[in-house]
C-alpha cells in the first residue's frame, strides 16, 4: 500500500518484477497526470492486480478524473527541438542541398571570401565536413570596374562591404545525372560550373549576361513538363528578373519578367496545379505570374495586397492548401492563404529587422523560422488544431539570411546562415518526455 502518502508521481517500473501483486493502495495521493505518470496510465490497462480506484489531482483538465479512465492517447508527450550539433568558422548567405550520385551535399555561398563551399557527410565521424569549393572569378571586362567599386566602398566605409566576387548565392541543380551550379555574384558577372566526374572538379562553362544580370540577389530552379528552368531575381536599378531555359547544351535567356523594378527574392510555386512565380521587390508589392502553355513564357496576373515592403517570399503546403510566408525588414511579417482567386490574411509576426521567414518540414512536423538581425530568430510550430503557428524555440543566430533542412544518415538537420557570424548547424531532436 502507498495510500496517503501525498505523492504526485511514481518512478517508472516501481512494479516490474512484482508478478504475483494481487492489491495495490494508491487512494489518497495528489497525483500529477502529465507524461510521467502516462506510464502508470498503461500500467493499469495491462495488469492483473486489483487497484482501487484512484484520481487525478493536477493538471486542471485532468482534476478529479479517475486515473483508470484516461488513456495513453490523451497524453501528448512527444516535443521537439533544435540543438546546436556544428558550427562552421565562417559567414554565409545561400544554403542549398542536393542530391548528387547517391549522395546528399550541402553547398554555401560565402560572400565575403568569393566561394561556393560543398559539404558532404562524414560517416565516421559523424559531422559535415569539406568536399569541393568553387572560387569566384571576374570576368575580364569586368575587373578593372570592379577594383575600381570595391575601393570607392572602402574609401566610403560602408557597412556592408563586399570583397572579391561576393558570392550571394550557389544554386545547385541536377540534370540527366548532371551537375550543375550557377554561381551568383555582385562583382565579376554571373557564372554557370559543371561537375567533371571524370577530373573530380568542377569547370565553367558558361557567364551570364551581365547586361541583363547586375546585381543578381536570389536564383531559383525549376522543371515544367520536360524542360529545366532556373529564374535571377536581379536587385539592381537598371536589371533585369530573368528566366534561363536548358537547351541540352546550356543555359540561354528565355523570358525577361520586368526591368528596374530592383527584385529582392523570387519563388516558384504551384497553384491549383499550375506552375506559378511571385517575385519580392522594394519599388512595388509582390506580383505573382503565372505560366502560359500556349506561348511558354510566364504571364502576370496579379499582385498581393497591403504587403509593400516585402523582401521575400516562401511557400509551403498543408494537405492541399497553399500557404506563403512574407518577410518584412520593416514593420510585421505575415502568413497568408491562398483563398482560390487570392492570397488571404492568416497571421501576423513581429519581424523588425527580418530578411528570412522560412517554412520547413522534417518529418511529419511543419515550421517556420523568422529570422531577425536584431535580436533572437524565432522557431514557430503549426499547430493543426489552430490552423496557425504558434512560437516555438529561439534560435541565436547573427544576421541569418537562410535556413534549409537536411536530411541525412536517419537524421534531421537545419542549416542556418550567418552573414555576421558563424554559420549553424542544428540537429531536430525527438524528445518523449514519458521515457
Known amino acids: 500500500s502507498l495510500a496517503n502518502n501525498n505523492l504526485q508521481s511514481l518512478p517508472k517500473d516501481i512494479f516490474k518484477g512484482l508478478d504475483s501483486l494481487t492489491n495495490v493502495d494508491l487512494r489518497g495521493n495528489a497525483f500529477n497526470c502529465d507524461c510521467k505518470l502516462k506510464w502508470l496510465v498503461e500500467w493499469l490497462g495491462s495488469t492483473n492486480a486489483t487497484v482501487e480506484d484512484i484520481y487525478c489531482e493536477s493538471p486542471p483538465e485532468y482534476k478529479k478524473r479517475k486515473i483508470n479512465s484516461l488513456s495513453p492517447k490523451e497524453f501528448d508527450c512527444i ?15 545561400s544554403v542549398d542541398t542536393f542530391s548528387y550520385m547517391n549522395d546528399e551535399y550541402v553547398v554555401i555561398a560565402q560572400p565575403f571570401t568569393g566561394k561556393c563551399i560543398f559539404l558532404e557527410w562524414d560517416h565516421v565521424e559523424v559531422m559535415f565536413r569539406n568536399y569541393d569549393n568553387i572560387t569566384g572569378m571576374h570576368t575580364a571586362q569586368d575587373t578593372t570596374l570592379n577594383q575600381l567599386i570595391q575601393k570607392v566602398l572602402l574609401t566610403l566605409s560602408f557597412t556592408f562591404l563586399f570583397i572579391g566576387t561576393s558570392t550571394v548565392v550557389c544554386k545547385p541543380i541536377v540534370i540527366k545525372s548532371q551537375l550543375f551550379v550557377i554561381v551568383a555574384q555582385l562583382f565579376g558577372g554571373s557564372h554557370i560550373y559543371k561537375r567533371d566526374r571524370f577530373a573530380n572538379k568542377f569547370i565553367k562553362i558558361q557567364d551570364i549576361e551581365i547586361l541583363k544580370i547586375r546585381k543578381p540577389n536570389d536564383i531559383e530552379t525549376f522543371k515544367i513538363a520536360e524542360d529545366w528552368y532556373f529564374v535571377v531575381a536581379d536587385s539592381s536599378k537598371a536589371g533585369f528578373t530573368t528566366v534561363y531555359k536548358w537547351n541540352g547544351n ?24 499550375k506552375p506559378h512565380l511571385i517575385l519580392s521587390s522594394s519599388s512595388q508589392r509582390p506580383v505573382i505570374y503565372q505560366w502560359n502553355k500556349g506561348t511558354n513564357e510566364f504571364v502576370k496576373r496579379f499582385d498581393i495586397q497591403d504587403m509593400e515592403d516585402a523582401y521575400a517570399v516562401k511557400h509551403f503546403k498543408v494537405k492541399e492548401d497553399v500557404y506563403i510566408c512574407l518577410t518584412r525588414f520593416i514593420g510585421d511579417s505575415k502568413v497568408m492563404k491562398w483563398g482560390g482567386s487570392a492570397f488571404l490574411d492568416l497571421q501576423r509576426m513581429p519581424s523588425r529587422g527580418s530578411m528570412v521567414f522560412q517554412p520547413l518540414q522534417i518529418s511529419n512536423y511543419q515550421y517556420a523560422i523568422l529570422g531577425s538581425d536584431y535580436s533572437f530568430t524565432q522557431v514557430y510550430y503549426w499547430d493543426a488544431e489552430k490552423a496557425k503557428f504558434v512560437k516555438f524555440q529561439e534560435l541565436n543566430v547573427q544576421a541569418p539570411r537562410s535556413f534549409i533542412h537536411v536530411s541525412i544518415d536517419k537524421r534531421d538537420f537545419l542549416f542556418a546562415s550567418s552573414f555576421k557570424g558563424t554559420t549553424l548547424i542544428y540537429k531536430h531532436v525527438i524528445v518523449d518526455l514519458s521515457a
Do not use: K, M, N
Open 79 to 93: 516535443i521537439t527541438e533544435f540543438e546546436v550539433y556544428q558550427s562552421l568558422p565562417y559567414q554565409s548567405l
Open 250 to 273: 546550356g543555359f540561354y535567356s528565355h523570358q525577361s519578367l520586368h526591368a528596374w523594378y530592383r527584385d529582392t527574392d523570387v519563388e516558384y510555386l504551384e497553384i491549383s496545379g
